[in-house]
């Protein structure tokens, strides 16, 4: 099946510095979208990419849907404590309803 | 602002027991999901609802497995012999448009003793 893989796995950063973090997959995806979840919550939607090559931002968040519509990035600049938790990249394949989660990064924030 | 509200928040349940899992999606979305999450892992796709019927399932979504839309505004996940490996984070979730720009509740913590 498809299979997203982001990295690193996990992120210990200290405030103020800005952050980077990829998905791949070895499909071709319609639709990419990225995801936080904080714990005990549902993910809750941050940017929503439908191009390939498309950069979008949302405040201090910027990502970009790859060329090949097989791989994304997204940058957070001057990361602050409320930025904690795990991001997920999610994938929607053409023709389908599904979306397929990445394996997540752990955002860890050190004061 | 909308949310896709589920209740409830917690639900403990002996293994072999049913358990009805409930979702109010945002009202004006025609679009239906339930994902689960287990612990540590990552979010995974059950099934997909439309027009009242299902539209996508994976293969997660066995013969112990059904949704219905009872009414026009609830959506329900039904387990009808839960396993001590349905013990997960249930989460609903509703769009506009069928995959796209999903909104998810905050779950319902299943755990089957």
């Known amino acids: 099946g498809q299979q997203l893989n982001q990295s690193p796995q996990s992120m210990f950063i200290q405030e103020g510095e800005d952050v980077s973090m990829n998905c791949t997959s070895s499909?071709?995806?319609?639709?990419w979208l990225w995801y936080k979840q904080e714990p005990g919550e549902g993910p809750v939607l941050l940017i929503a990419?439908?191009?390939?090559?498309e950069l979008t931002s949302n405040g201090r968040l910027t990502a970009q849907f790859g060329i090949t519509r097989k791989d994304s990035f997204l940058n957070i600049s001057a990361s602050i404590p409320s930025d904690v938790g795990i991001y997920f990249c999610?994938?929607?394949?053409?023709?389908?309803?599904?979306?397929?989660f990445g394996t997540g990064t752990r955002l860890t924030i050190i004061p | 602002e909308p949310e896709v509200t589920q209740t409830p928040s917690h639900q403990v349940t002996q293994m072999g027991q049913e358990v009805i899992l409930r979702c109010v999606p945002i009202?004006?979305?025609?679009?239906f999901y339930w994902y689960r999450q287990i612990l540590g892992q990552k979010v995974e796709f059950l099934v997909s609802?439309?027009?009242?019927?299902?539209?996508?399932k994976s293969e997660i979504f066995d013969d112990q497995f059904s949704v219905e839309r009872p009414d026009g505004s609830n959506f329900t996940l039904k387990i009808r012999s839960t396993k001590l490996e349905d013990s997960a984070m249930y989460f609903c979730?509703?769009?506009?448009?069928?995959?796209?720009?999903?909104?998810f509740g905050s779950g319902t913590q299943l755990s089957v003793l």
């Open positions: 979730a509703s769009s506009t448009r069928g995959g796209e720009k999903l909104f």
């Open positions: 499909s071709i995806f319609n639709t």
């Open positions: 990419l439908y191009k390939a090559g």
């Open positions: 999610a994938g929607q394949p053409f023709g389908n309803e599904k979306l397929t």
């Open positions: 009202s004006n979305h025609l679009y």
């Open positions: 609802f439309y027009n009242n019927e299902i539209s996508e």
